[in-house]
């Protein structure tokens, strides 16, 4: 669900606090322009590596090992999907098209490097891309889950095909949604690569969030075109959750699994064991299932989980990686193989070179779930994004400055003599989401998305309408018109305020919105009676309770 929420109540703060200068407004539209255009100029016909050196004569992927041949870009985020998504939220914002341009690059560079199976390896090679080039025959070799490879670039694509309807995007979409659905386990489990080769590889795979990231992607799927293969899968991924939870107090969950349902060693330096860092992961996936579904049995699991987190920790805020499975005790890896009590047994380089003791995002996790348990599903999801603090504005606006006072003239963000793809990624969507506070498209975009909410059907079902060139309004009329035959009409002039709630009229049709924290009295036209919608009532004053949206049709 959009961040409506977070926007809605902003217009009520004062101007100078809320927007800004707009001296500030066009500072940060030139940064994104300029940071984008050099992106671009380095990208392989629309692809990336991770990192480049100075001089622009080496790229890199996840490391300074993994150098890239020529023709050669980075899929693993944040790599090329992570870059094409950063230019599409600009595009969604601006509705510059040159942003949307650059996304549909980085669409192809995926969609050719796209392999046989439907998936992603870490590395694609792009040297059969030329601006009118046909789809070449897609080359056999493996895909992974690993890192969110594949998952990610089929959920930039997804959202790609949003904007963008071209046969080779819908191939590539179909391609990949069909190889997730491939590589999932009878049981609902999926492993880290496809198809399987043997090894640590096949196991049931929770690792760095591949298993989690496989249930987000067939929710988007789903969310995106409504088919119910892709819900099925999801449901069938949370039911192995559940499967797979640790009996008894040691309630989490591990790494990976082997096919009798064990926790299994990883790489030599993984020794089978319960994650906390695989737990946190979890508990957020099945609060998301739980939101999307609003199936109570997901968030059934969660509370067992927590408590072993809680009584787990070796200090303030702080986990290992791994408890020993029965005994729970920390545990550690190093490359002899050996499963070692202390982690000052193993070696420095596997001390410094792997994440074994830390946060982990337990906090969050648990957080999330209990504001949901609390709340219930239909408030969270309405109070999720309420209005930031008068700091926190100030705080976006810094950000905004610091980042445009950070980019050199030639357009780029410079850290440790190294250019970061993860640093444009970042900083885009930081001054993307300082845009969203400003501007005369912020209130339609977001009533377009808070009222696309009146239209679920069913628990976690939207109707999406977005396509190239068309504006909020005209999506939420045609979602209107197609869904409840609707006769809403054209907008008639811009949004204005009913008392503190906002309103719009169209020919046929008013929307309003209360995006405050209070029941909201309004009267309507008076000497005009009209239906309110969702209640099937004539009215000519209407309640509206907070964070509530209505449409009235004239009598």
């Known amino acids: 669900m959009k ?23 066009n500072q940060v539209k030139v940064a994104m322009d300029r940071s984008t255009a050099f992106i671009r100029s380095i990208s392989t016909r629309g692809g990336y590596g991770g990192m480049y050196s100075l001089d622009l004569k080496t790229g890199y992927g996840e490391a300074l090992h993994n150098i890239l041949k020529p023709a050669e870009i980075w899929i693993q985020p944040p790599g090329t999907p992570s870059v094409g998504l950063a230019l599409l939220r600009a595009y969604r914002i601006t509705r510059d098209d040159s942003y949307l341009a650059a996304a549909r690059d980085t669409g192809r560079a995926l969609a050719w490097s796209q392999r046989a199976g439907g998936g992603w390896g870490y590395y694609g090679n792009v040297s059969d891309l030329k601006p009118d080039s046909q789809m070449p025959t897609r080359k056999q070799d493996f895909c992974t889950l690993d890192d969110r490879t594949t998952q990610g670039a089929l959920d930039f694509l997804m959202n790609l095909n949003e904007y963008i309807d071209e046969p080779w995007l819908s191939e590539s979409v179909q391609l990949g949604s069909d190889y997730i659905l491939k590589a999932q386990f009878p049981n609902g489990a999926w492993p880290q690569q496809y198809p399987l080769r043997g090894g640590y590889l096949d196991y049931y795979t929770y690792n760095d969030e591949a298993f ?11 969310r995106l075109y409504n088919k119910e293969q892709y819900l099925h899968s999801a449901r069938q991924g949370g039911d192995f959750i559940i499967l797979s939870q640790q009996p008894g107090s040691q309630g989490g969950w591990a ?35 739980y939101l999307y579904t609003r199936d109570e049995k997901y968030l059934a ?53 792997y994440g074994w003791q830390g946060e982990f995002g337990v906090g969050n996790a648990i957080k999330y779930y209990q504001q949901v348990k609390q ?31 950070a980019l ?33 498209r912020a209130h339609d975009e977001l009533l377009y998305w808070y009222c696309s909410g009146l239209l679920i059907k069913r628990p976690g079902k939207l109707f999406p309408y977005a396509r190239r060139g068309m504006y909020p309004f005209e999506e939420l009329e045609m979602a209107w018109r197609d869904e409840y035959n609707l006769p809403i009409g054209e907008p008639v002039g811009e949004r204005y305020l009913l008392g503190k709630c906002w309103a719009r009229d169209y020919k ?13 009295h309004v009267s309507v036209d008076k000497g005009r009676q009209w239906l309110d919608w969702k209640n099937k009532k ?12 209505g449409i009235l049709l004239p009598i």
């Not at 496989?214 to 789903?222: D, G, R």
């Not at 499975?325 to 002899?336: A, L, M």
Request: aromatic share 8%; net charge negative; with cysteine.
């Open 212 to 222: 989690n990231d496989c249930i987000s992607v067939m929710l988007t799927a789903h």
């Open 375 to 405: 709340l219930g599903a239909e408030r969270y999801l309405t109070l999720k994004f309420t209005s930031p603090s008068a700091e926190q504005h100030i705080e976006k606006a810094q950000k905004a400055r610091k980042l445009i006072q």
């Open 508 to 520: 046929n049709a008013k929307v309003l919105v209360n995006p405050t924290d209070k029941i909201q």
């Open 3 to 25: 961040r409506l929420f977070f926007y809605l109540v902003l217009a009520f703060m004062p101007a100078g606090l809320l927007l800004g200068e707009d001296e500030l407004t």
């Open 408 to 440: 050199d003239k030639d357009g780029r963000w410079v850290r440790d003599n190294m250019i970061h793809s993860v640093d444009f990624v970042v900083n885009m969507n930081t001054l993307c989401g300082y845009l969203e506070l400003d501007g005369s």
């Open 538 to 549: 004539p009215v000519t004053e209407l309640e509206m309770p907070p964070f509530t949206g």
């Open 301 to 353: 699991p969660i509370p067992g989980a927590i408590a072993w987190l809680e009584k787990s920790k070796i200090g303030p805020n702080t986990w290992a990686r791994l408890y020993e499975v029965g005994g729970n005790r920390p545990i550690y890896g190093d490359t002899d193989g050996k499963t070692h009590y202390r982690i000052d047994e193993i070696s420095e380089e596997r001390r410094r070179g």
């Open 255 to 289: 790494e990976q699994y082997s096919h009798d349902l064990k926790p299994a060693q990883g790489r030599v330096y993984e020794p089978p064991g319960i994650s906390s860092h695989t737990t946190a992961c979890t508990i957020e996936t099945l609060v998301d299932l």
